[in-house]
């Protein structure tokens, strides 16, 4: 009736000894990424036949206030363009978009972009379509991608409480108007916790990923 092909399983101390395929086969890996934000990476590295260690170094908090941002929101139908340059930023400004009782129509004709592809995912998982997104993720890319835009227009910037300010200062003096907004805090994580120090010390780590 057919073959069916063979199935081999080991358990126990054998299990341990079989060698692990991979480019990082025998690495470990330290990745710093905020709680919750570095599953993505993680599952490339151990596809990889690398181990991670997860070690958070920053801390995704709120603003101080919401009002500008909130603002924004009443008026992101006057806008060009509404500019996101992480996913975090997206998850601040539909957060605060479903509790003004809004939604995408509120938008009107502004277009989205996003510095990234994990941005780009966040907007789509949140019902919003992305019309640009740079060949290069950082702001050189956006910088570069609006090079072509008529002066005049008119940008919705949605920004870390501390970054970088190049795309804003090169859209300013190419003459458009530029309105940055903070939608979230990232606050460096000042101790960490013995035990995990402890970990890092034992892990004889290869690689650390900031």
Do not use: N
């Amino acid at each position: 009736h057919g073959w069916l092909a063979p199935a081999i399983v080991i358990v126990g101390e054998a299990a341990e000894a079989m060698p692990v395929a991979g480019p990082l086969a025998g690495r470990r890996v330290l990745l710093t990424r905020p709680a919750g934000q570095g599953g993505e990476l993680a599952a490339l590295v151990r596809a990889a036949g690398g181990e991670c260690l997860e070690v958070p170094v920053l801390r995704i908090e709120e603003p101080a206030t919401w009002e500008p941002l909130d603002e924004a929101i009443r008026q992101a139908a006057t806008y060009d363009w509404i500019v996101f340059s992480s996913a975090h930023g997206v998850r601040a400004f539909a957060r605060r978009l479903r509790s003004a009782g809004r939604d995408g129509r509120a938008l009107g004709t502004a277009r989205l972009a996003a510095i990234g592809p994990a941005t780009r995912r966040e907007l789509g998982s949140v019902g919003l379509v992305c019309d640009l997104m740079p060949d290069t993720f950082r702001s050189e890319g956006l910088v570069e991608a609006f090079a072509g835009v008529r002066p005049g227009g008119r940008f919705l910037l949605m920004r870390p409480e501390r970054g970088r300010d190049l795309l804003s200062r090169d859209l300013a003096a190419r003459g458009h108007h530029v309105h940055e907004v903070v939608a979230y805090a990232a606050r460096s994580v000042k101790e960490l916790e013995p035990a995990l120090l402890e970990a890092i010390d034992r892990a004889a780590i290869d690689w650390i990923v900031v």
